[in-house]
C-alpha cells in the first residue's frame, strides 16, 4: 500500500506540474499570433466613422473589457481567477457570447457523435484485428488490405465520399445538420429519428476510418503474442485454446486500450472533419473558427478542457494498467 | 453487444437532445409550404437580438445587403438598388429638406405600430439616435459625425444637420442613408434597458436583447418575429397582427408564414441543400451557376436569365499602398500593372462571368447600374480607361516613367533597387485569391516582381486597417455599394482624405492616397444639388483617379447573391418585375435577397408552385 502511495504521489506531482506548463502553454500560444481582434470588433462597430478619437475610444473600450490591455501577466492572472469559477471571459469571434455559453451548446453534439464513434470504432476495429489474427487465411487476406486502405483514407476524403454516394446519390441519408431542416427541436419520436438519420454518416465517417488502423494495431499484436513462448508452453501443458486466447487478447490488447483512452481524452476536440462536411454541430468547427478568428479566450478554454480531460485519462489508465497487467504493478511498485 | 452498442447511442443521443431541448409552441416541423428557407446569411449562432447593440450576429434580423433586412426591424426608408429612390417605410414619402439643406423633416405613418399595438412615434426615433450616439453603437458612430439633432413630437420628425464652420451641411447625404439604415428601436424599451444597465455603455451594447427566461423582451414593428433559434438554425414567424397590412403600406400581410435559415458550414454545404430543394433563396456566390439549370435541369434561376444573373453593386478592388515610396512616387507603375491585369480571365474564371466585363462597363468610380453610369461624362475619360491585358501600352508607360531594367535579370528597378511588391488577400477567399493571382501574373509581364501573400483573416484584417502599414503593397477590399449616399461614399473611400491617418481604418482610403485637389472635390458633392455641375464633379473626379489610379477594380460583384430554387415557390423578383404600391404605382423589385430595402417586397409577391 505504501508503494501504492508513493508512485501515485509522485504520479499526481508530475500531473500538476504538466498541467501548470500545459496551462500556460494554452494561455500564452494563442496571444502570439500576429493578430488583434478587439481591431476586428472595433471595425464592426466603427466602420464608417472619420472621427480618429471617436475611434480610439471605442477601440480602448473593448481592450478594457476584454483586458488586452493589461501587461501579459496580468492577464494570465486574471485568466487563471476567472477560470476557476468556471468563468472563461466573453469570446471575441462571438462577441457578447460568453465562452462558456458556446462550449456548454456545442459539446453535447461533440460528445455524442465521437464517443460512440471512437467506441464502436475501437471494438469492430479489435474484433476484426484478433480475428484476422487467429483465422489467417482467406479472412485475413482481405481484411488486411482493406484495414490498411481505410487506415490511410484521409478523414475528410472518407466524409465527402459518404456525403456523394448516400447522401447526394443514393439520397439514403442527409447531406447537412443535426437535425431536420424542417423541424424545430422537440421530444418526439419522429424527432429522435431525423436526429440519428442525421447521425449516420458523420458517425460512420468517424467509425470507418478508425476501424482500419485499430485492426491493423490489433492484428500485429495478437500475432505477436499469438506466437509467444507462453502460448507454445500453455499448448504444451494441454491448456484449452479458449483458454489460451483469453491471455492473448488480455495482452495484446494493452496498447489498443492507451489508444482508446488517448482518443477518449482527446474526443472534446470534436470531430473537426465530419463537422464541417457535414455541417454537424460540435465543438470542433467552434474550434476551427476559433483558431482562425484569433478567438484567444475560446482557444484557450477548448484547449484547456482538452488538456484537463487528456490528464485524466491517462492518470486513470495508469491505475487500471496496475489491475489488468501484474507486470505494470510491479513496476508501479519498484 | 448490437442491443448495447443501441442502447447507448440512443442514451448520448438523449443527453445530447437534453442539452439543445426545446419545447416550442406551434408547429415544430415547420410546413413545407409555409416556409421560405434561406441559406449564405446566417454563419454562426445568433449572439444577440438587440437592434442598439454590437455584434448581434443576426443576419436575417439585423444587417444590411442591398439594403437594411427589413424583416423584423425595420427602418424609416426602403432603399431600392435598382431605382436608386427611397420608399416610406415606418415613414411616409414625404421627406423634404429645407432650402439650406440644415433640417430634414418628414412624418411617421399612422398605421406604423409596435408590436404590442403601441404607435411608432418621433420620440422612437429621437431616443434610437441619442442612444447611439451616448454609446456609440453602429448608428451613433456612422451617424453623429453629420446629424446634430433630431427633434419632433408625435408623428413630426426633424432631423437637424450637423453645420461645417461655413454654417453648411456637413454631408446631408449621409442623413439620407440615416433614414434607410437605421433600424428603429423602441423608446421605452431602451429607457428599460438603460436602467436595467446603469447607464453602462458597454452593457448596453451588449444585452441581448431576451428577458431571463431567453424569451424575445424586445419590441419590433417588422413583419416578422423570432420563433426559434440555435447552433443549427434560426426561424421566424410571421406576426399576423403586423401594422403593414394597412392600405396605407403592403395592404397584406407578406406570403410565408415561417421564414427559415439553417446554418451551413460553408458555401458548398449551402449548394448542396439549393440543389436538394432545402433552401429557397440562395444568397451565396455559386460557380457557373447557369449549370444549375442547363445541365442538372434544376429548377433554379437567378434574376437576370443571362450572365451576369445578378445586379451588380459593388467592385472589389486592389489597393495601392502607399506608405511604400516605390508606389506613392510612380504613378506609371501604379497604372501600368493595372493595365497589365487580364481581367477578362478574371470574370471568367473566378467570378464565372457573374460580372459585367471592363469593356462592357469601362471602369470608373462607378458600379454599374444605369444610375451611377450616368453621374460621369463617358467621353471625357476614354482615352483613360483600360479594359486590361494590354501588355505593351504597360510597358511602354514603364520605359517612358524611366522604370527599366538596367542589371538584365527581367525586373525593372527604381533607385538602384529591383521592384519587387507582394498582392495579398485573405486565405480561403478563392476569387478575390485568383484575382491575386492574376496581379502576379501582370507583374510578370511587364518586369515587376510581385509575389502573392494570403494571410488567414484574422491577420489580414489587422494590418490592412493600420495606417501606416508597410506589408502589404497592393491589397484587396471592397468598397460600399450601394446606398442614398453612394457614389459619394464609394469616391471618398477611394480617395477621401478624411480616413488618412485613422487608426484602426475599417471606413475607407485603406492605401492612404493623398490628393487635396480630389479631396476638395470630394468634399463639394454633397452639397451640389445640380445635376450638370454633379456631373462635372464626379467627371473630374473619374479623371483623377484613372490618371493617378490610387487603387483598381478587379470585377464589379452584386453586394448580395441571389439563386432561387422554384420546386416550392415561385414569382421571385426577376428582371422587369414590379409590385404594386397602395397608391397603384409599379415599383421595381429588385433582387435583394427577399429581405433588404424595398427588395423586401418580394415576399409579397410570392406565390407557390401549382
Known sequence: MKGYRKYFGKKIFWFILTFIAAVVLNFILPRLMPADPVAAITGRIAGGNTDAKAVAQIYERYQEEFGTNLPMHQQFLKFCKNAIHGNFGLSFSQYPRSVSDIIGSAIGWTIALQLPAILVGWLLGNLLGALAAYIRKGFDKVLLPVSLFLSNVPAFGMAVVLLVVFGVYLKVAPTAGGYAFDMIPHLSWDFIKSVISHYQLPFWSIVLVSIGGQAVGMRSMSIYELNADYVKYSRFLGIKDRKIVGYVFRNAMLPQVTGLALSIGTMVGGALVAEIIFSYPGLGSTMYSAVTAADYPLISATTLIITIMVLIVTFLLDIIYGFIDPRVKAAQFE | ?610
Open chain 2, 1 to 610: 453487444m448490437k442491443k448495447l452498442i443501441a442502447l447507448a447511442l440512443a442514451v448520448m443521443m438523449v443527453l445530447s437532445l437534453s442539452v439543445t431541448a426545446f419545447a416550442a409552441e406551434g408547429d415544430v416541423v415547420l410546413p413545407r409550404e409555409e416556409t421560405l428557407y434561406f441559406a449564405g446569411q446566417q454563419w454562426g449562432t445568433v449572439n444577440s437580438w438587440n437592434p442598439i447593440g454590437t455584434n448581434q450576429n443576426n443576419a436575417m434580423a439585423i444587417a444590411a445587403g442591398a439594403g437594411q433586412r427589413e424583416i423584423m426591424f425595420e427602418t424609416l426608408y426602403m432603399w431600392n438598388v435598382l431605382d436608386g429612390k427611397l420608399y416610406g417605410l415606418l415613414a411616409n414619402d414625404d421627406y423634404a429638406w429645407n432650402d439650406d439643406m440644415t433640417a430634414l423633416t418628414f412624418t411617421i405613418k399612422d398605421a406604423a405600430k409596435w408590436n404590442d399595438g403601441s404607435d411608432v412615434t418621433a420620440a422612437d426615433v429621437i431616443r434610437t439616435f441619442d442612444i447611439g450616439v451616448e454609446i456609440a453603437n453602429g448608428t451613433g458612430s456612422s451617424y453623429g459625425p453629420f446629424i446634430e439633432s433630431i427633434e419632433g413630437e408625435g408623428k413630426s420628425v426633424t432631423i437637424n444637420a450637423k453645420l461645417n464652420d461655413a454654417g453648411q451641411p456637413v454631408n446631408p447625404l449621409k442623413i439620407l442613408d440615416f433614414l434607410e439604415l437605421t433600424v428603429i428601436a423602441n423608446a421605452a424599451w431602451i429607457d428599460q434597458v438603460v436602467e436595467a444597465c446603469g447607464g453602462d455603455a458597454t452593457a448596453i451594447l451588449n444585452d441581448d436583447g431576451l428577458n431571463d427566461a431567453g424569451e424575445l423582451e424586445v419590441p419590433y414593428t417588422g413583419p416578422y418575429t423570432r420563433y426559434f433559434d440555435d447552433d443549427q438554425k434560426v426561424v421566424f414567424i410571421r406576426d399576423d397582427n403586423y401594422w403593414g397590412q394597412d392600405a396605407s403600406m403592403w395592404g397584406k400581410l407578406p406570403v410565408p408564414k415561417y421564414i427559415a435559415h439553417t446554418i451551413y458550414a460553408d458555401n458548398p454545404a449551402g449548394e448542396v441543400a439549393l440543389k436538394e430543394g432545402e433552401v429557397d433563396v440562395c444568397q451565396q456566390f455559386i460557380g457557373n451557376v447557369q449549370n444549375l439549370w442547363l445541365e442538372d435541369g434544376l429548377p433554379i434561376s437567378t434574376y437576370y436569365e443571362e450572365a451576369p444573373y445578378g445586379v451588380c453593386l459593388t467592385m472589389p478592388t486592389a489597393w495601392y499602398n502607399m506608405n511604400m515610396p516605390v508606389i506613392a512616387e510612380n504613378p506609371a507603375l501604379r497604372k501600368a500593372i493595372a493595365m497589365a491585369v487580364d481581367y477578362d480571365s478574371i470574370i471568367a474564371n473566378a467570378m464565372t462571368n457573374q460580372s459585367p466585363s471592363f469593356a462592357d462597363v469601362p471602369r470608373s468610380l462607378m458600379n454599374p447600374t444605369d444610375g451611377e453610369q450616368a453621374l460621369y461624362d463617358h467621353d471625357a475619360v476614354a482615352d483613360l480607361q483600360w479594359a486590361g491585358n494590354d501588355i505593351d501600352g504597360a510597358n511602354a508607360l514603364l520605359d517612358e516613367a524611366g522604370l527599366v531594367d538596367t542589371d538584365g535579370d527581367g525586373i525593372r528597378e527604381y533607385n538602384g533597387e529591383k521592384i519587387s511588391l507582394n498582392a495579398v488577400c485573405p486565405n480561403g477567399w478563392t476569387d478575390w485569391q485568383a484575382s491575386m493571382e492574376q496581379v502576379a501574373a501582370a507583374g510578370a509581364k511587364i518586369g515587376v516582381e510581385i509575389t502573392t501573400l494570403y494571410p488567414e483573416y484574422s491577420i489580414y484584417q489587422t494590418v490592412f486597417v493600420d495606417p501606416d502599414q508597410t506589408e502589404y503593397a497592393i491589397f484587396m477590399w471592397s468598397p460600399d455599394a450601394s446606398t442614398p449616399s453612394n457614389p459619394w461614399t464609394r469616391v471618398n473611400q477611394f480617395m477621401g482624405m478624411d480616413y488618412v491617418g485613422i487608426q484602426n481604418n475599417w471606413s475607407g482610403n485603406w492605401g492612404q492616397y493623398v490628393n487635396e485637389e480630389a479631396d476638395a472635390l470630394i468634399k463639394q458633392i454633397p452639397l451640389t444639388t445640380d445635376e450638370a455641375e454633379l456631373k462635372d464633379l464626379y467627371t473630374q473626379l473619374t479623371e483623377i483617379y484613372l490618371t493617378e489610379v490610387p487603387s483598381f477594380s478587379l470585377m464589379y460583384r452584386p453586394s448580395v447573391f441571389h439563386a432561387v430554387n422554384e420546386s416550392v415557390w415561385t414569382n421571385y423578383p426577376y428582371e422587369g418585375q414590379t409590385y404594386t404600391m397602395a397608391d397603384g404605382s409599379e415599383v421595381l423589385v429588385p433582387p435583394a435577397d427577399c429581405t433588404d430595402g424595398f427588395g423586401i417586397a418580394a415576399l409579397y409577391n410570392l406565390e407557390l408552385v401549382g
